[in-house]
């Protein structure tokens, strides 16, 4: 899980070196919140 958190906000924030708007971010932990569930959710 902790990596499709982390993964896309790497790449989106050039590893870190650019911040993210926190609209951003909230879209990127939905966005694996929902591919989590789609994946393992009974």
Do not use: K
């Not at 708007?21 to 966005?31: K, Q, R, V, Y």
């Amino acid at each position: 899980f902790l990596a499709l958190l982390t993964a896309p906000y790497e790449a989106r924030s050039a590893l870190g070196t650019r911040p993210l708007p926190a609209t951003a971010l909230h879209g990127l932990a939905e966005a694996a919140v929902d591919t989590f569930l789609l994946a393992y959710a009974a």
